[in-house]
């Protein structure tokens, strides 16, 4: 086997010294120590040597291009006359130059991503995107369109199937993602597509797009897929606010009707509460009060009883002695008939003009 | 000597590049001698040819991607739809391969031919919304199961037909998004109502139980002031009974200190109990 494994940069710095180590003891005038690592600069000091220096140092620069590094992200595939031979992993390596030997060197701990719908312009912060609507418009279940844009992170999971099974594995990836996105999409209604579907939606386009790309034998993994942004279609957004409004006004509409009966039904418990108070204190009145009457009537009745004539003609002038004073009087002797009535009249008109 | 080697080295790279040949992992080789096919090799690895007499054409044998331009199709009920498919195929059969489409570029225009038009034929059988979404499988599959047999013949396999967007015209584009926007709108109608029906519900039933509360107090409250009436009443009876003749008397006391004020004007006989004196005396 034609692999000689070198650790490290200066691994091979010493190997290319020591190839040229004794050529340079043979040769006097040359001044110069030896200068490993340049072949290239190697071969032009030891022009003078000849024909077949030449060749030896060519051969030697055709070795050396067979030197080959596979960074720590890395995983190479080497093929030998055209046949798979080995994969290797990082560090720095040898192996058979073009054409005898071929390589691959493919980053395979990377995780790739494809965008769909959309295209990161800059990172950023602040990252800017462009929608790209032909990709990201889609129709769903129920005739509508809506604008979803997404992304896939997938890496690589088998690199020899990776390398030979398929060509052009981005756009590989890009379509089926497509593809599948909208064949879920397309089994959904709007509704549920833009409210409730959304992680539904990723994890069915996800299974789909996995059960898509192990039958192209992909050697692709997929880590995840993330819908980024789904809403409606910039044509009907405005429609679509106005709903949300709505459904805001809907929820503004039952709240207030609940402040309205937080208000009115306390109060009116309050008011029944008053109403039975008061008559509650109604009922006590009448009652205390009767009780109050019916003492003072049961002590003047025990008076009364003790001398009955008395007592009545006691009572009569004391109302009379307090009711009397105050009030306009006209006492008649029922001998005297006629005069009566002019009485009266005279009273009445007096009476009137106080009135007036 | 030293002329020896080189002239061995030279003839060496010669023939060596002339007559050697390899076939990578990632494709198969045909071998043309003098214009006739004369070998295929689908194993990778070096292989020997006749240096001038013998041709290599290389195919790829990976997944290839075959990826149409958005075409328009008429679909049931004679509406037309723009549609975007690709398809993944392999050459199986290079000789045939080469015999019947010669290159990839080839191979696209016939791959054009039978998927477009199986399509056009499936998808004419089916409405709209059969094709986004019920029918969408059943498509696929049709078409990839009829182009794969169609293709064969070429040396080509088709690993499937995805369809990847279906698209309206722009004109009925503006269509669908009218309707959308009027769906939209009677959504937006709908809650609003919705939101007016629960708040009339949540009032009026607040007003119910407000009335229904008043009604209840007063029901209570009446009782109540019944009850101290019935009780006074009661009470005052019970002691009244005793003496009915002096309550008559003392009652009637009462009643004239409450009627009489000084607007009263009283006209008295001499007669009476009280002025009776002055004619006697």
Do not use: C
Not at chain 2, 147 to 171: F, M, Q
């Amino acid at each position: 086997m034609g692999e000689i494994r070198f650790d490290d940069l200066e691994d091979v710095k010493r190997f290319i010294k020591e190839i040229f180590y004794g050529r340079e003891e043979e040769r006097n005038d040359q001044d110069e120590p030896p200068r490993g690592g340049k072949p290239k600069k190697a071969s032009r000091n030891h022009l003078k040597g000849g024909l077949g220096g030449i060749i030896i140092i060519l051969f030697l620069v055709f070795l050396g291009t067979g030197i080959y590094q596979v960074g720590p992200d890395e995983e190479a595939v080497l093929l030998r006359f055209g046949q798979y031979s080995k994969t290797v992993g990082p560090g720095m390596h040898w192996y058979f130059p073009n054409p005898i030997g071929k390589r691959y060197v493919v980053k395979t701990t990377k995780v790739y991503r494809v965008e769909i719908g959309f295209e990161t312009v800059e990172a950023g912060p602040p990252a800017r995107y462009q929608n790209i609507p032909e990709e990201s418009l889609m129709f769903t279940g129920d005739e509508n369109m809506i604008d979803v844009d997404f992304s896939v992170q997938y890496k690589i999971s088998n690199l020899k199937d990776y390398i030979f099974n398929v060509r052009d594995q981005y756009e590989t990836i890009k379509s089926a993602s497509e593809s599948a996105l909208r064949q879920v999409v397309g089994s959904k209604g709007i509704e549920e597509t833009l409210t409730v579907g959304k992680e539904g939606i990723q994890e069915e386009t996800r299974e789909k797009l996995k059960e898509i790309l192990d039958s192209y034998g992909t050697g692709i993994m997929i880590i995840g897929l993330q819908l980024q942004d789904v809403g409606p279609p910039e044509e009907v957004m405005q429609a679509f606010k106005e709903v949300a409004n709505a459904r805001e006004d809907r929820a503004r509409f039952i709240n207030e009707a609940d402040g309205y009966r937080n208000d009115i039904i306390p109060n009116a418990r309050g008011q029944a509460s008053q109403m039975i108070n008061r008559a509650e204190a109604y009922k006590e009145k009448r009652v205390k009060e009767s009780q109050g009457d019916v003492a003072k009537f049961i002590k003047l009745s025990e008076k009364y009883s003790l001398g009955k004539e008395v007592t009545k003609t006691r009572m009569y002038l004391e109302t009379m002695e307090k009711t009397m004073p105050g009030i306009e009087k006209i006492i008649i002797d029922p001998k005297l008939k006629g005069s009566i009535i002019n009485l009266i009249g005279g009273g009445v008109e007096a009476n009137e003009k106080i009135n007036n | 000597m030293k002329k020896l080697i080189i002239s061995i080295l030279a003839l060496i790279v010669i023939i060596s590049s002339t007559s050697l040949f390899q076939v990578s992992e990632i494709e198969n080789a045909v071998v043309i001698r003098l214009g006739k096919p004369k070998e295929v090799v689908t194993e990778p690895g070096l292989y020997v040819k006749l240096p001038f007499v013998d041709n290599v054409r290389y195919f790829d044998k990976r997944l290839l991607n075959y990826d149409a331009a958005p075409k328009g199709i008429i679909i049931k009920g004679k509406k037309s739809i723009v549609i975007d498919n690709y398809a993944r195929w392999r050459i199986t059969d290079p000789l045939l391969f080469l015999q019947s489409v010669q290159n990839i570029a080839g191979a696209q225009a016939r791959l054009d031919d039978i998927v477009y038009s199986e399509l056009r034929r499936e998808m004419g059988k089916y409405t709209l919304s059969e094709i986004i979404s019920s029918k969408r499988d059943l498509i696929m599959e049709n078409v990839t199961a009829e182009s794969k047999s169609k293709a064969k013949s070429s040396g080509i396999e088709i690993i499937d037909v995805r369809i990847k967007r279906v698209e309206l015209p722009k004109e009925n584009e503006q269509n669908i998004y009218k309707r959308m926007e009027a769906e939209r709108n009677q959504q937006a109608k709908k809650y609003r109502a919705e939101g007016r029906e629960k708040s009339l519900e949540i009032t009026s039933q607040a007003d119910q139980e407000k009335t229904i509360i008043l009604a209840e107090a007063y029901r209570k409250s009446e009782e109540l002031k019944g009850e101290g009436d019935a009780q006074a009443l009661e009470i005052y009876a019970d002691a009244y009974n005793r003496d009915p003749e002096f309550y008559k008397f003392m009652k009637t006391l009462e009643a004239y200190e409450k009627i009489m004020d000084n607007k009263t004007k009283v006209i008295l006989s001499t007669d009476s109990e009280l002025w009776n004196m002055l004619q006697t005396k």
